[in-house]
Nanobody, 118 residues
Framework: QVQLVESGGGLVQAGGSLKLSCRAS????????MGWFRQAPGKERESVAT????????YYADSVKGRFTISRDNAKNTVYLQMNSLKPEDTAVYTC???????????WGQGTQVTVSS
């Protein structure tokens, strides 16, 4: 089992920045990748950014490219999401997830609210 705990959400004005953290514990050696997902009210959950745990390769949704940066600290088993130039449409619950070597997003955090005011 892998436990994921997020922190760093909150309320920010448009154009501002927030940094989310996700600390993993438990069987972390089984993680193949980590990622951030978000879900806004009335919308489906979408992938925001992912990072390969071993080689650091990243993926970003088109809507956040150039504004968000995902990074990892292997020693701390922590993944970060630096969010800059935030827009009201970034408002959502952001959830951290871990992908196993089987290719399944098997573990999920509890989510953290990000609200961007205009």
């Amino acid at each position: 089992q892998v436990q994921l705990v997020e922190s760093g959400g909150g309320l920010v004005q448009a154009g501002g920045s927030l940094k989310l953290s996700c600390r993993a514990s438990g069987r972390t050696f089984s993680n193949y990748a980590m990622g951030w997902f978000r879900q806004a009210p009335g919308k489906e959950r979408e992938s925001v950014a992912t990072i390969n745990w071993s080689n650091g390769r990243t993926y970003y949704a088109d809507s956040v490219k150039g504004r968000f940066t995902i990074s990892r600290d292997n020693a701390k088993n922590t993944v970060y999401l630096q969010m800059n130039s935030l827009k009201p449409e970034d408002t959502a619950v952001y959830t951290c997830a871990a992908k196993t070597s089987a290719g399944v997003w098997a573990y999920w955090g509890q989510g953290t609210q990000v609200t961007v005011s205009s």
